[in-house]
């Protein structure tokens, strides 16, 4: 079997991808929100520059997909008018932020992930690799913890802000003066520290140990994301992620849109939201628990469609079971294990158990109805 070709970096505006539909355009909202024009405006750019179809990607980005050599220009214009665009595209390629979603007007959390925007545009920022990336996550409990991410703002039990690194269990206690410093701090330590290593888990995950001062247990998440009112406005989940312009554009008219990892998005201050098509507003559709990426042949890679099989296998899963249809071995849309993983090959699909998708099959050279009988 060819082994899938790794690019070791995820796509920007400024850098975007090739793939087997035309180049994938990545935005990177500011503070992880779009308010009303912002989303409204990438709606009527994807479908006069790009194909009409837009993913949610599992950091909180927006990316558009089919774009051309012809139409990335004017795209790129457009986004610039937005104000959605970062300096260059060094700054765009360290500014790997999440932001908790559940932020309240006054609190600290918008500030924080400005400051931390700017620093990491600066250009003595710290050279980090590509898929490095930073979570503002300082509500009263962490809702990002299984996000990706490698250096955290979160409180600890009394409220405190303290800095942790991704794999270790305690934290750095410090203040809102000086967070911002430490966390770049932090990023440079790893810098000189790492030898291969392209993320924090890793680095100590070999034994490696933190600098000192990291003395605060950290608190664990208990939040599950799940669709629904909340008392900052609707949650609602998006299949695979996956939305076309229509549906963005339906959702912009509702309100501010805050952007999440969980493959949903917060409509701010939204009460009655009606029906939009391809939205998600019930917490129990399996489809929430169905991660799938592209797939053939919008994907160059991809061996097989994904997503139509997904939506097939969905119906059939058990109570709580995860299932990740990737279109090849490298299982891009989710990287970590999964209790089951479908992958496509050249001679059909592996079905792999509590595994990712490069990870030993139970059965090879499975069929569709084949997976459905083995479930």
Known sequence: MTAPLIKGYCPGALRP?????????????????????????????????????????????????GVTQDSYAPLMEGLGHLGLLDENEAAESRRNILVTPFWQTGDETPALA??????????DA??????????VDTGAAPVLQRASADIRLERDAGGGLILAATGAALAKPVTSLTVIQEALDLARWFVRTRDNQTRMAALLGQGT??????????????????????????????????????????????GSLR????????????????????????????????????????????????????RRLARHLGPEQILHVSGCAKGCAHPK???LTVTATAQGFDLIHNGRASDAPARSALSPDDIIKAL
């Open 17 to 65: 991808m090739q793939s087997g539909d035309g180049m994938v355009v990545r935005i990177r909202p500011f503070n992880g929100r779009l308010r009303r024009a912002h989303a409204d405006g990438i709606a009527t750019l994807a479908s006069v520059h790009g194909n009409g179809m837009l993913d949610l990607s599992s950091r909180a980005n927006i990316q558009l997909r």
């Open 114 to 123: 400005t400051a931390l925007t700017q620093a990491l545009g600066a250009a």
């Open 126 to 135: 710290p050279a980090i690799p590509g898929k490095f990336g930073f979570a």
């Open 209 to 254: 140990a933190l600098p000192e001062g990291f003395i605060i247990p950290r608190q664990t998440q208990t939040y599950l994301p799940a669709p629904g009112y909340t008392p900052l406005g609707a949650m609602v989940g998006l299949a695979f992620g996956q939305l076309p312009v229509e549906t963005l554009a339906s959702l912009a008219k509702q």
């Open 259 to 310: 952007m999440t990892p969980w493959r949903m998005v917060l409509v701010e201050g939204a009460r009655d939201l009606p029906d939009v098509a391809g939205v998600i507003t019930d917490p129990a559709d399996p489809l929430l628990r169905v991660v799938a990426c592209t797939g053939a042949p919008a994907c160059a890679q991809a061996l097989a469609q994904t997503r139509p099989i997904a």
């Open 337 to 339: 294990p999964a209790a």
